[in-house]
C-alpha cells in the first residue's frame, strides 16, 4: 500500500481489513468499557453490557477487543455469554502483557509464566481452545520485548493463537518483531489530536511521534486499531473544527472524529467502546460519512495547534 500521510491522500478505500486468514469490516468495537467504572468490576447493569456485545454483532461488527485484565476477568466473561458459540466471521482479538494492581492501576505482566497464565484466562473466559489474535501489550519493564514475543509464538506453535499482534510499540520494536514472525495487527493510542500519551518508552530505540508507527503500518499493509479513539468521550463534547464539520452532516462530532481515523489510513480499524447501546449505534454509523478534502485538512490542522 503507498505510504498516505498529508490530508490530501486521505480517502475512503475499501471497508474491510486483512487479518492474517480473516477479514473484518473496518468498524470495530472494545469491550474496554464493559466493566464497572475505572475498568473495574462488575458493570451496574450486566444484561445491558450482554447486550450491547449482541446488538455490536447485529449491527456488523466482526472484531472485538478484550483482555482478561478488562475488570479484572469481567469483559471476557460478559462476551462469552452474550455470543458463544461466536459467530463465524466474527474475530475477538486479546492482549497479554498487563495485568491491573488492587489500586486499579495497570502494571507489566509479561514474564513468561505470566504470559503463559494470561492466556489460559483468556482461552478459559472466552470458551475457545484457539485465541483468533493475540496482542503483546508492551509496557516497559526489565523483560525484554523480544522475550516476550518469543513466548506468544511458542504460544501459537502449540496451537493456543493463531495471529500474533502488537500494542503499545514503536516502529523499532513492529520492525524487530517482523523479522520473527508475521504481524497481523498494531494497537496504539491514536485520536484526532494524535496520541502520544501512552507510547512506550523502550530503552532501544527512540519515542517518536504517534503518526510514525501508523505511516510504517500503512506502507506494510498492517491494520493499526487506534485505542482510545474518541479519547475517552472527549470527542463527544465541543471541539471547534469537529462541531463544525459535525453540524454539516446532521452527526455528532464524536461521529466526526471517527470518519476522520478511517480517512486517515487505508489500514485503520477503528475499536470504539461503550457500555451504551445509543452510543454504539452512533459510533457504526460514523462508518458511512465521507468527508471531504477539506473537512478532513481542516480537522487536522485544529489538531496540530
Known amino acids: 500500500m503507498n505510504h498516505q500521510t498529508p490530508s490530501s491522500a486521505f480517502a475512503h478505500l475499501p471497508g474491510t481489513l486483512k487479518l492474517g486468514d480473516r477479514e473484518v469490516r473496518r468498524m470495530g468495537f472494545g469491550a474496554m468499557r464493559l466493566p464497572g467504572k475505572d475498568v473495574w468490576g462488575l458493570p451496574d447493569d450486566v444484561e445491558n453490557a450482554r447486550n450491547v ?45 498487563g495485568k491491573r494492581t488492587p489500586d486499579k492501576g495497570w502494571a507489566p505482566f509479561n ?100 503518526e510514525e508507527v501508523l505511516d510504517f503500518c500503512t506502507s506494510q499493509g498492517i491494520p493499526f486499531l487506534p485505542f482510545f479513539p474518541l479519547a475517552v468521550g472527549t470527542f463527544a463534547r465541543s471541539h471547534g473544527a469537529l462541531d463544525a464539520v459535525a453540524a454539516r452532516h446532521g452527526a455528532t462530532p464524536a461521529q466526526i472524529a471517527l470518519a476522520w481515523l478511517l480517512a486517515r489510513s487505508p489500514v485503520m480499524l477503528p475499536i470504539p467502546g461503550t457500555s451504551s447501546l445509543a452510543h454504539l449505534e452512533e459510533n457504526w454509523a460514523a462508518s458511512a460519512i465521507h468527508l471531504s478534502p477539506e473537512e478532513l485538512g481542516s480537522i487536522a490542522a485544529e489538531a496540530r495547534n
Not at 476477568?73 to 458463544?84: F, K, L, R
Open 53 to 97: 456485545i449482541r446488538r455490536s454483532i447485529d449491527l456488523g461488527v466482526q472484531f472485538i477487543d478484550t483482555s482478561w485484565y478488562y475488570g479484572p476477568h469481567v469483559s471476557n466473561p460478559i462476551i462469552a455469554e452474550a455470543i458463544h458459540p461466536y459467530p463465524e466471521d466474527v474475530v475477538i482479538a486479546t492482549k497479554l502483557g
Open 111 to 210: 514474564r513468561p509464566g505470566e504470559l503463559r497464565q494470561g492466556c489460559e484466562h483468556d482461552l478459559r473466559e472466552l470458551r475457545v481452545e484457539t485465541l483468533d489474535v493475540v496482542h503483546l501489550r508492551y509496557i516497559p519493564n526489565d523483560v525484554p520485548f523480544l522475550e516476550s514475543l518469543d513466548v506468544l509464538i511458542q504460544l501459537r506453535s502449540e496451537g493456543k493463537l493463531r495471529h500474533i499482534g502488537l500494542s503499545n510499540v514503536n516502529t523499532a520494536q513492529v520492525k524487530l518483531a517482523m523479522e520473527r514472525t508475521p504481524v497481523v495487527t498494531v494497537q496504539n493510542l491514536f485520536n484526532v489530536s494524535g496520541g502520544a500519551g501512552f507510547l512506550a518508552k523502550a530503552t532501544h530505540a527512540e519515542v517518536e511521534a504517534p
